[in-house]
């Protein structure tokens, strides 16, 4: 229990602190913060007779989306609200909220998104052009609701917003790792409640083909190992989202990442088969064959299907990583680039993409893809989705082309928040015109699935892309990290009313760890670490498949380890104003992890699968030992010798290495308390 409070304790201190550190004005915890809000006067109090009306022409999805937002505020506060099922026949001009809404909302590129609300101490007024922006309004109400010893309330406000880009978006990866229909259920449920807009759906890789397809079945029936969605599950998918003002972006990767597609049809790929299932990862050499016809007449049939079956008006064909090799070994395939004067596979490429243009055009779709797909001369219907960088995305809108960026929101590497917020997809010192920089629509976080199951994915998913959608939503200027801490914080909890497992997923694989009930030990090592970053877990060595297993500690860490952030935030304060309050923190944190692997020893003899972290609860303790020295060195104000300064400087940075493919977090903050001690002076 008194590590429980301990912890507690400090994290509550620390949100008081953050809060009563914010400017004069309304301490809010709205993420994405709103493009306007002014303080009022008062509150409005929640009781049990709150009631909500809909009045104007709105579609029928807001009345959905006004029950979903009633029962989770009923769930959230207990207060047993009267009504059930929002409908038409809610207009009562009396209804604590008064929601207004001019015309239906379409789920399309540029639909109008803002609202206006206004909260006083006697109503709550949401006023929008489309229900779509209704619904993103009614998610800022989830978020303002307080509490005190007095119960729930509003603060008064006044609210005008409206999203800065309309290509808000998340990619979810469902063919490395199969992602049944809940998952997608519930992560379009949390991309709703911080106003992302765009599912992004990677339906086809080289390990698996996900969509079932009447016109061409061996696709589905041998590429997916029997693990696919219907076409009603599709559709089901689909109006799921339209209820929630997201649209849905399918994609299917061609000509390379197709091994799936040739394992019921090998004729199309440019070597002989046969093929199977890839299961491993990276990028592999099976390609479509650019040259046959028949490669285009089977993409012809696929598409005209696939077009009925998605009504966005994109169709996304990937385009990338395409390495060239079953091209330059197909003594045909090089025939035909001579004769029709294809000097490289880079050519090449470009003529299938024009082919696939064609095909996609017929159908009513416009083209996406990634850079790749970009060639001098290629028509400007096509947007482009850059994953390497800023600098082909400044181009390409520079060319005229629409363009959203994804390099920086790759969230399967595992990269703090921090570091993902602060990348700008149009930032204040871009070298744009004005008009140039309207042709970049916005961003999407990418959740590629090699190390993510249906378990793990929404602990690597949420709670970043929570940050991540407030850089599409919120004005340029809204950047301070400190505060974004805080408020991601508050809505991580939040995120789990909406069925989202990544808080409560952590403790459970921890159970399975550990074989039993009792993870303090585990539990207060893992709280430190985080996953190797970027895609340093596929390297030397590498023993993973698609089967996995995904249930290890690097597994179960999370991307941004709070304990070890809130550790270097106290660390920082420490060092710039020291006090005996926060020297007391640090002390029983240190000492705390010092002593715990004598502890996490005991586990491990009932835990042989972590024996590959035995070190680093070791290099744990180790360090926190330095740690307390340090501490020591600084309250009596002692200057430490140049030997132990020395050794220990070797120390932490032996101890900074990656071990069990995981990295220790509060390095950096024990490494501070080091240089501070060692800076002392009798």
């Given at each position: 229990?008194?590590?429980?409070?301990?912890?507690?304790?400090?994290?509550?201190?620390?949100?008081?602190?953050?809060?009563?550190?914010?400017?004069?004005?309304?301490?809010?915890?709205?993420?994405?913060?709103?493009?306007?809000?002014?303080?009022?006067?008062?509150?409005?109090?929640?009781?049990?007779?709150?009631?909500?009306?809909?009045?104007?022409?709105?579609?029928?999805?807001?009345?959905?989306?006004?029950?979903?937002?009633?029962?989770?505020?009923?769930?959230?506060?207990?207060?047993?609200?009267?009504?059930?099922?929002?409908?038409?026949?809610?207009?009562?001009?009396?209804?604590?909220?008064?929601?207004?809404?001019?015309?239906?909302?379409?789920?399309?590129?540029?639909?109008?998104?803002?609202?206006?609300?206004?909260?006083?101490?006697?109503?709550?007024?949401?006023?929008?052009?489309?229900?779509?922006?209704?619904?993103?309004?009614?998610?800022?109400?989830?978020?303002?609701?307080?509490?005190?010893?007095?119960?729930?309330?509003?603060?008064?406000?006044?609210?005008?917003?409206?999203?800065?880009?309309?290509?808000?978006?998340?990619?979810?990866?469902?063919?490395?790792?199969?992602?049944?229909?809940?998952?997608?259920?519930?992560?379009?449920?949390?991309?709703?409640?911080?106003?992302?807009?765009?599912?992004?759906?990677?339906?086809?890789?080289?390990?698996?083909?996900?969509?079932?397809?009447?016109?061409?079945?061996?696709?589905?029936?041998?590429?997916?190992?029997?693990?696919?969605?219907?076409?009603?599950?599709?559709?089901?998918?689909?109006?799921?989202?339209?209820?929630?003002?997201?649209?849905?972006?399918?994609?299917?990767?061609?000509?390379?990442?197709?091994?799936?597609?040739?394992?019921?049809?090998?004729?199309?790929?440019?070597?002989?088969?046969?093929?199977?299932?890839?299961?491993?990862?990276?990028?592999?050499?099976?390609?479509?064959?650019?040259?046959?016809?028949?490669?285009?007449?089977?993409?012809?049939?696929?598409?005209?299907?696939?077009?009925?079956?998605?009504?966005?008006?994109?169709?996304?064909?990937?385009?990338?990583?395409?390495?060239?090799?079953?091209?330059?070994?197909?003594?045909?395939?090089?025939?035909?680039?001579?004769?029709?004067?294809?000097?490289?596979?880079?050519?090449?490429?470009?003529?299938?993409?024009?082919?696939?243009?064609?095909?996609?055009?017929?159908?009513?779709?416009?083209?996406?893809?990634?850079?790749?797909?970009?060639?001098?001369?290629?028509?400007?219907?096509?947007?482009?989705?850059?994953?390497?960088?800023?600098?082909?995305?400044?181009?390409?809108?520079?060319?005229?082309?629409?363009?959203?960026?994804?390099?920086?929101?790759?969230?399967?590497?595992?990269?703090?928040?921090?570091?993902?917020?602060?990348?700008?997809?149009?930032?204040?010192?871009?070298?744009?015109?004005?008009?140039?920089?309207?042709?970049?629509?916005?961003?999407?976080?990418?959740?590629?699935?090699?190390?993510?199951?249906?378990?793990?994915?929404?602990?690597?998913?949420?709670?970043?892309?929570?940050?991540?959608?407030?850089?599409?939503?919120?004005?340029?200027?809204?950047?301070?990290?400190?505060?974004?801490?805080?408020?991601?914080?508050?809505?991580?909890?939040?995120?789990?009313?909406?069925?989202?497992?990544?808080?409560?997923?952590?403790?459970?694989?921890?159970?399975?760890?550990?074989g039993c009930r009792d993870i303090t030990s585990l539990k207060t090592l893992v709280d430190v670490l985080e996953p190797v970053e970027d895609y340093k877990r596929h390297g030397k060595g590498n023993i993973l498949t698609s089967f996995g297993p995904y249930t290890l500690v690097p597994d179960a860490a999370n991307p941004d380890a709070a304990v070890a952030r809130k550790f270097r935030f106290l660390t920082d304060q420490y060092i710039s104003s020291p006090n005996e309050a926060a020297a007391k923190e640090l002390t029983y944190w240190l000492t705390l992890w010092k002593n715990n692997h004598a502890a996490f020893q005991q586990t491990l003899k009932q835990a042989p699968i972590l024996k590959d972290v035995a070190p680093l609860s070791q290099t744990l303790s180790a360090m926190s030992e330095i740690g307390l020295q340090a501490m020591e060195h600084i309250r009596t104000g002692k200057t430490p010798s140049a030997s132990w300064v020395e050794t220990t400087k070797k120390q932490l940075e032996e101890a900074k290495k990656p071990q069990a493919k995981c990295e220790l977090k509060v390095v950096e903050g024990i490494e501070k308390l080091v240089q501070k001690a060692a800076k002392a002076t009798t």
């Amino acid at each position: 229990m008194k590590k429980t409070f301990s912890f507690f304790v400090f994290s509550c201190l620390l949100l008081i602190q953050a809060v009563y550190s914010q400017p004069t004005g309304l301490v809010h915890h709205l993420m994405p913060v709103p493009a306007r809000m002014e303080k009022g006067n008062g509150r409005f109090t929640l009781t049990q007779e709150f009631t909500l009306a809909i009045k104007g022409k709105p579609h029928q999805r807001i009345y959905g989306g006004a029950t979903r937002m009633l029962r989770r505020l009923d769930g959230r506060t207990g207060l047993f609200f009267s009504q059930a099922y929002i409908t038409s026949n809610n207009t009562d001009a009396s209804a604590s909220l008064q929601i207004t809404v001019d015309r239906p909302g379409k789920v399309i590129l540029n639909e109008d998104e803002s609202y206006t609300l206004t909260v006083t101490s006697e109503k709550i007024k949401l006023t929008a052009t489309t229900d779509i922006g209704a619904l993103r309004g009614l998610e800022t109400i989830l978020q303002l609701v307080g509490r005190d010893e007095n119960g729930y309330y509003l603060p008064a406000v006044t609210i005008q917003d409206a999203p800065r880009f309309p290509w808000r978006g998340l990619l979810i990866d469902a063919a490395r790792h199969f992602m049944p229909i809940e998952v997608i259920k519930r992560n379009l449920d949390g991309m709703a409640a911080v106003k992302l807009n765009v599912l992004h759906w990677h339906l086809t890789d080289d390990q698996g083909f996900r969509v079932e397809t009447n016109s061409l079945p061996k696709l589905h029936e041998l590429g997916s190992d029997g693990q696919y969605y219907t076409q009603e599950q599709i559709k089901e998918i689909i109006q799921y989202a339209d209820s929630r003002g997201i649209r849905v972006v399918p994609e299917f990767d061609v000509p390379g990442h197709a091994t799936s597609w040739f394992v019921g049809y090998p004729e199309l790929a440019s070597a002989p088969g046969p093929y199977t299932i890839e299961r491993k990862f990276g990028i592999k050499n099976p390609t479509f064959d650019p040259t046959k016809e028949e490669t285009y007449t089977f993409l012809d049939t696929f598409i005209k299907e696939m077009a009925a079956l998605f009504p966005d008006e994109y169709l996304h064909i990937g385009g990338d990583e395409n390495n060239g090799k079953q091209w330059k070994a197909n003594t045909q395939i090089q025939a035909f680039m001579k004769a029709n004067n294809l000097a490289s596979n880079h050519d090449l490429q470009t003529h299938f993409i024009e082919r696939a243009l064609k095909i996609v055009t017929r159908y009513n779709k416009k083209m996406m893809g990634w850079d790749e797909i970009w060639q001098p001369g290629i028509t400007k219907s096509i947007m482009i989705q850059s994953w390497r960088g800023k600098k082909s995305l400044f181009e390409a809108a520079r060319k005229g082309y629409t363009a959203i960026l994804s390099n920086g929101y790759y969230i399967d590497l595992a990269w703090s928040t921090s570091r993902h917020y602060l990348i700008d997809p149009v930032p204040a010192d871009a070298d744009l015109t004005d008009e140039q920089k309207k042709n970049i629509l916005g961003g999407e976080a990418a959740m590629w699935s090699e190390l993510a199951t249906e378990e793990t994915i929404d602990s690597r998913i949420w709670p970043r892309t929570a940050a991540i959608a407030e850089r599409f939503w919120s004005p340029g200027s809204v950047k301070d990290v400190e505060d974004m801490y805080r408020r991601l914080d508050i809505i991580s909890l939040q995120l789990e009313e909406v069925g989202l497992l990544h808080e409560k997923n952590y403790e459970m694989m921890l159970r399975r760890l550990a074989g039993c009930r009792d993870i303090t030990s585990l539990k207060t090592l893992v709280d430190v670490l985080e996953p190797v970053e970027d895609y340093k877990r596929h390297g030397k060595g590498n023993i993973l498949t698609s089967f996995g297993p995904y249930t290890l500690v690097p597994d179960a860490a999370n991307p941004d380890a709070a304990v070890a952030r809130k550790f270097r935030f106290l660390t920082d304060q420490y060092i710039s104003s020291p006090n005996e309050a926060a020297a007391k923190e640090l002390t029983y944190w240190l000492t705390l992890w010092k002593n715990n692997h004598a502890a996490f020893q005991q586990t491990l003899k009932q835990a042989p699968i972590l024996k590959d972290v035995a070190p680093l609860s070791q290099t744990l303790s180790a360090m926190s030992e330095i740690g307390l020295q340090a501490m020591e060195h600084i309250r009596t104000g002692k200057t430490p010798s140049a030997s132990w300064v020395e050794t220990t400087k070797k120390q932490l940075e032996e101890a900074k290495k990656p071990q069990a493919k995981c990295e220790l977090k509060v390095v950096e903050g024990i490494e501070k308390l080091v240089q501070k001690a060692a800076k002392a002076t009798t």
